[in-house]
T-cell receptor, first 113, second 118 residues
Framework: SQQGEEDPQALSIQEGENATMNCSYK?????LQWYRQNSGRGLVHLIL?????REKHSGRLRVTLDTSKKSSSLLITASRAADTASYFC?????????????FGKGTKLTVNP | NAGVMQNPRHLVRRRGQEARLRCSPM?????VYWYRQLPEEGLKFMVY????????ESGMPKERFSAEFPKEGPSILRIQQVVRGDSAAYFC????????????????FGQGTRLTVV
């Protein structure tokens, strides 16, 4: 399968706690991106990490990338109820003269007030 | 600068009808991607287009589905003779460069068209 895999599939935490989501992939990548999707809505780009980077921060978000293990993690610190959404990782690949994003199945995060 | 615009946002079709989904990329973007999302699933790549050119249609079903991105106007995803299994959310993304997403620029997504086949 070319799909990335996120785990856990679902995560429920209390407001103020940290949320960690993981993503694994199978082929070489150019970059890896994390997106958020609120129920029934479009995708919002959160953060992009290049294949030669190991860690990146954006506000309450921290992303790591381990290309040797073909895995990435997204950490949301001090979570809020508004963070409730599905989170997807997407790997950017060049393949057969084409370039595309390949998405995982997502982690459904619920932050309870 | 308006974002990626998709219309309609919701579309209901009876089995056997045609569905036309439109995507206007961001201003200055000449590359468009279409993705399909089934309920509770991730997005699956369908097709990658440049104006007047299909770059990669490896994710498109062989029958009933077609896509175009003309020199003028929006990109169109066309589904002929729809079946219940076509019910899904269809997302469009645009990028300014050929290979922009692998040159470390993000792809900008529209809000999607939710197709329901009854």
């Amino acid at each position: 399968s070319q799909q990335g895999e996120e785990d856990p599939q679902a995560l429920s935490i209390q407001e103020g706690e940290n949320a960690t989501m993981n993503c694994s992939y199978k082929t070489s990548i150019n970059n890896l991106q994390w997106y958020r999707q609120n129920s029934g809505r479009g995708l919002v780009h959160l953060i992009l990490i290049r294949s030669n980077e190991r860690e990146k921060h954006s506000g309450r978000l921290r992303v790591t990338l381990d290309t040797s293990k073909k895995s990435s993690s997204l950490l949301i610190t001090a979570s809020r109820a508004a963070d409730t959404a599905s989170y997807f990782c997407a790997t950017a690949r060049s393949q057969g003269g084409s370039e595309k994003l390949v998405f995982g199945k997502g982690t459904k995060l619920t932050v309870n007030p | 600068n308006a974002g990626v615009m998709q219309n309609p946002r919701h579309l209901v079709r009876r089995r056997g009808q045609e569905a036309r989904l439109r995507c206007s990329p961001m201003k200055g973007h000449s590359h468009v991607y279409w993705y399909r999302q089934l309920p509770e699933e991730g997005l699956k790549f369908m097709v990658y287009l440049q104006k007047e050119n299909i770059i990669d249609e490896s994710g498109m079903p062989k029958e009933r589905f077609s896509a175009e991105f003309p020199k003028e106007g929006p990109s169109i995803l066309r589904i002929q003779q729809v079946v219940r299994g076509d019910s899904a959310a269809y997302f469009c993304a645009s990028s300014p460069l050929r290979g922009g997403i692998v040159l470390n620029t993000e792809a900008f997504f529209g809000q999607g068209t939710r197709l329901t086949v009854v």
